[in-house]
């Protein structure tokens, strides 16, 4: 079983749509939880980042955690044009390494 | 503040040649780690630096190495370079204070003729 497992995506959704973006993980050492947004030719940027289970939100992102069932999400709300690009789970246990999903990649059309 | 640097962003090399790339990280962030990005296998980790010393390898031949130097710049070197080697190659620092989140360069795109 993979450390990381990603939603693989391609996802285009309208512009305004509820988007919903999923990972699961099998490593039960995973403390920190982290959104990744990764434009195209880009590195990639920190979007989000919890280390408990529930939901946290920043704007028109929520990301949800949920430890029990190893399970995490991203949500984004009245989604934008500028929105398009991949989206990249990635958690850390302690001080190992971040171990990352392969990405969505998500397209809003205008 | 200045974000993480990489240089050189593009490169092109062939099989066989050997290729380093350098990394500066945030003023401040001690710790650099290097990733390969690829279609197929998504971020992969290299190793992590702190202080110098290397904290944590990831699973890649021995022809991929690394080194920081006292400033926390980091370089980043392939031997023998492979067909697969070709990559996005990414190095992202983080702060003592937040060892959880890393923030990343722009990348230096390797393509191996």
């Known amino acids: 079983q993979k450390e990381v497992e990603q939603d693989p995506g391609p996802l285009s959704v309208p512009e305004g749509a509820i988007v919903s973006l999923n990972c699961t993980y099998s490593?039960?050492?995973?403390?920190?939880f982290m959104w990744y947004r990764q434009y195209s030719r880009k590195g990639p940027e920190l979007l989000m980042y919890t280390y408990s289970s529930g939901n946290k939100e920043d704007g028109r992102f929520t990301a949800q955690v949920d430890k029990s069932s190893k399970y995490i999400s991203l949500f984004i709300r009245d989604s934008q044009p500028s929105d398009s690009a991949t989206y990249l789970c990635a958690y850390r246990g302690g001080s190992e390494k971040l171990v990352f999903g392969k990405g969505m990649k998500l397209t809003v059309n205008p | 503040k200045a974000g993480v640097t990489q240089t050189p962003r593009y490169l092109i090399k062939t099989r066989g040649q050997q290729v380093t790339l350098s990394c500066s990280p945030i003023?401040?962030?001690?710790?650099v780690s290097w990733y390969q990005q690829t279609p197929g296998q998504g971020l992969q980790f290299l190793f992590e630096?702190?202080?110098?010393?290397?904290?944590n390898k990831g699973n890649f031949p021995g022809r991929f190495s690394g080194r920081q130097f006292s400033n926390s710049r980091s370089e980043m070197n392939v031997s023998t370079l492979e067909l697969g080697d070709s990559a996005l190659y990414l190095c992202?620092?983080?702060?003592?204070?937040?060892?959880?989140?890393?923030?990343f360069g722009p990348g230096t795109r390797l393509l191996v003729l």
């Open positions: 490593n039960s050492a995973f403390q920190y």
């Open positions: 992202a620092s983080s702060s003592p204070t937040g060892p959880e989140t890393q923030y």
């Open positions: 003023s401040g962030h001690r710790s």
């Open positions: 630096y702190f202080s110098e010393t290397q904290r």
